[in-house]
């Protein structure tokens, strides 16, 4: 008799480095926020173009917590235009767009809205949706458990 052995979630911290790799960001510091629904990215100058049908956005990443001086300049697609509401109940028109999120060994597509995170502590949220259905916990008590 064999038995089939179910894989164990992997555990994210409250806060994680994680690789943004199609955007070129090789690290990036997320806090893991499962009271919102939908991963947000720090984005600044965002500016959309109409390709044959396809949005183009071209967008500026701070990548680096408090340090303006840092950008990063990105080329993606746009999947979709959501209207978001914060955690402060106000309500904003963002863009959104489709890459893989790497963290430690694996790696998986997750669906990312744009938005001015200056003011905030984490440049990158991932939200409840790009957990991967059930495929991982996290422990708030704890951080950093994918490494730098």
């Known amino acids: 008799m064999t038995h089939s052995v179910a894989t164990r979630p992997a ?3 409250w806060r994680e480095w994680v690789a943004l790799p199609e955007l070129g960001l090789p690290r990036i510091k997320a806090k893991i926020d499962t009271g919102a629904r939908t991963s947000a990215l720090h984005a600044f100058s965002v500016r959309a173009t109409e390709h044959g049908g396809i949005t183009l956005l071209e967008f500026g990443v701070h990548p680096v917590q408090g340090n303006t001086d840092i950008e990063h300049w990105v080329q993606t697609t746009a999947v979709d235009q ?17 890459t893989p999120v790497r963290w430690g060994e694996r790696e998986w597509p997750i669906e990312m809205t744009l938005t001015a995170r200056d003011n905030m502590r984490f440049r990158m949220l991932l939200g409840r949706t790009a957990l991967c259905a059930g495929r991982m916990t996290v422990d708030p008590a704890r951080s950093y458990l994918g490494g730098k």
Do not use: K, N
Not at 85 to 97: A, F, N, Q, Y
């Open 11 to 13: 555990q994210l911290g």
């Open 82 to 98: 959501r209207l978001v509401t914060d955690s402060g109940g106000h309500r904003e028109l963002r863009w959104v767009i489709r």
